[in-house]
């Protein structure tokens, strides 16, 4: 994207000087806030980064992605400011969550995703299982036409495959299959070949970039902001900026804008969930409770 790449050039460096373009002078942002790890939450963070700095024109904001487990072990050694993960710290290995502050900024769901030429609407959770597991193969098996099933699975270290293995595999591991990086590659390639299927962030469901592939329904419910912030649609995370227990002024400020309700509505229009409309709340173990008003 156009408006990361600018991002990042700015970040670069600490500069706290001015340079003069077109005969006027700009003043460059003299503090900058790293934030690296989930693809997920990528466009949230970069859209937050760039009205955070319109209105904070001293402190520029870098988000970059490489999955919630870089993210995660980048904060925790210090190397970052803020660490964007789909999933709790305590659940990545290798990762002492004590020395983490954890900052809920939103809720996401996570749909499983077809080629449009996939002419099968609705799945059961059990057949969704054995899709992953390479029990059924073929779309005739749910009453589709006869079409192989092309698997497309997320890195390990992704928090995405991470939540959808948690709610929909039941501890099985997936069958061996292609795997991506980040959501961007998964909502292309599953657009591009006939007869395939993955799972992205509600965020990479919608626009025109998705306009080649379609979700499904799950148990005949949809998957729609509506049913995760009531836990109808089980397939959830929250989106998550760990930063060290003591951050800068910069990454607070920053942290407190996307949590804000100047950002509720372009949070909404993203694809994700304020977290001031979910119903229900879970921990890392998964455990979903009901929201007491």
């Known amino acids: 994207m156009k408006s990361t790449l600018i991002k990042t050039t700015l970040g670069a460096s600490v500069l706290a000087a001015a340079t003069i373009l077109g005969g006027a002078t700009v003043a460059q942002a003299d503090s900058k806030v790293m934030a690296v790890g989930s693809t997920a939450m990528q466009p949230l963070a970069q859209e937050a980064g760039e009205k955070f700095t319109e209105k904070n024109s001293d402190i520029t904001v870098n988000v970059q992605g490489g999955g919630s487990g870089a993210g995660l072990s980048q904060v925790g050694k210090g190397s970052i400011d803020i660490g964007n993960s789909d999933i709790f710290a305590s659940q990545k290995k290798g990762v002492d969550a004590d020395k983490m502050k954890d900052n809920k900024v939103a809720a996401v769901g996570i749909a499983p995703v077809v080629n449009k030429d996939v002419d099968v609407k609705n799945v059961s959770a059990d ?167």
């Open 127 to 293: 057949e969704l299982k054995d899709i992953f597991t390479g029990k059924i193969t073929n779309w005739k098996e749910l009453g589709g036409k006869d079409e192989k099933i092309v698997l497309i699975n997320r890195a390990q270290g992704s928090g995405t495959r991470f939540t959808f293995e948690q709610n929909v595999l039941d501890g099985k591991s997936a069958k061996s299959s292609q795997e991506q990086d980040d959501n961007g590659a998964v909502q292309k390639i599953v657009g591009q070949t006939p007869g395939a299927i993955s799972y992205l962030a509600f965020s990479y469901t919608q626009g025109k970039s998705a306009d080649k592939l379609k979700t499904l329904s799950v148990d005949n419910v949809k998957p729609t902001d509506k049913n995760v912030a009531d836990n109808k649609w089980k397939i959830w995370a929250y989106e998550h900026m760990y930063t060290t227990k003591n951050p800068s002024k910069e990454t607070k400020q920053y942290i407190e804008f996307v949590q804000s309700d100047d950002m509720k509505k372009t949070t909404k229009k993203l694809g994700y969930i304020p977290m001031s409309d979910m119903k229900v709340e879970k921990d890392d173990k998964n455990k979903v409770t009901k929201i007491e008003d």
